[in-house]
């Protein structure tokens, strides 16, 4: 079936440090691909997407870009900052059955003054 | 107002009682969905309504009851909760029927079964 895996976390960087976190996923049709991030004590809430191959979805220094040939959508960020703790989710919706949001399981950051 | 509003955001709660939690969308979104987020575990989706009909129930307990009104908002009812129920509940809403469409999230409501 559908699904997406994340790497484990938690992942803990010092601040500037470069930050890949990284998506795959399976799909039987043809994704659009999310990242979305949760602050403590917040829901969820999107960061970037990309909606088809070789597109890259970019928000607040973070980059990701939709691989089809490897099904992946790894997030990215060159030098990251203590207000980038938070827990980052990898998720996809299929146009066929578009009620369905498919979240991976979640990776915590914590990054280090 | 604007985007998902969650209420309450926190709520304690006996085993022996009854509560709901509510959540509207000012978005004019046609689907809404309940999500359990426990410590540790990865996001459950409990409950998807689109179009104000239920489309979703992923083998929940019954003493979880969803009501979706209309398409604006979004009820779960809570009755003779267990203490492993407590968790963070959140709600979201999407347009079902766009491509390339993304969730909105309320900020969850906080729960403690005890």
């Known amino acids: 079936g559908d699904s997406v895996t994340q790497m484990e976390g938690p992942v803990t960087l010092s601040e500037e440090a470069f930050l890949t976190i990284n998506c795959t996923y399976t799909a039987t049709g043809y994704p659009s691909l999310f990242w979305y991030v949760q602050y403590p004590g917040e829901g969820l809430q999107l960061l970037l997407k990309?909606?088809?191959?070789?597109d890259k979805g970019s928000n607040k220094g973070f980059e990701a870009t939709y691989r089809k040939e490897t099904t992946s959508f790894h997030l990215e960020k060159g030098s990251v900052q203590v207000s980038d703790s938070a827990v980052y989710f990898c998720a996809l919706t299929l146009y066929s059955s578009a009620s369905k949001i498919i979240f991976g399981s979640g990776t915590r950051l914590s990054i280090r003054p | 107002e604007t985007g998902v509003t969650q209420t309450p955001r926190h709520l304690v709660m006996g085993m022996t009682n009854k509560k709901s939690l509510k959540c509207e969308q000012h978005?004019?979104?046609?689907?809404m969905y309940w999500y359990k987020q426990s410590a540790k575990k990865p996001l459950e989706l409990m409950f998807v309504?689109?179009?104000?009909?239920?489309?979703e129930n992923n083998s929940v307990p019954s003493r979880f009851s969803p009501e979706c009104p209309n398409s604006s908002h979004l009820f779960l009812h809570l009755h003779t909760l267990q203490p492993e129920d407590s968790a963070l509940y959140l709600c979201a809403s999407s347009q079902v029927g766009q491509a390339n469409t993304e969730a909105f999230f309320g900020q969850g409501t906080r729960l403690t079964v005890v």
């Open positions: 978005l004019g979104h046609n689907a």
């Open positions: 990309a909606t088809k191959a070789d």
């Open positions: 309504y689109s179009l104000e009909e239920r489309v």
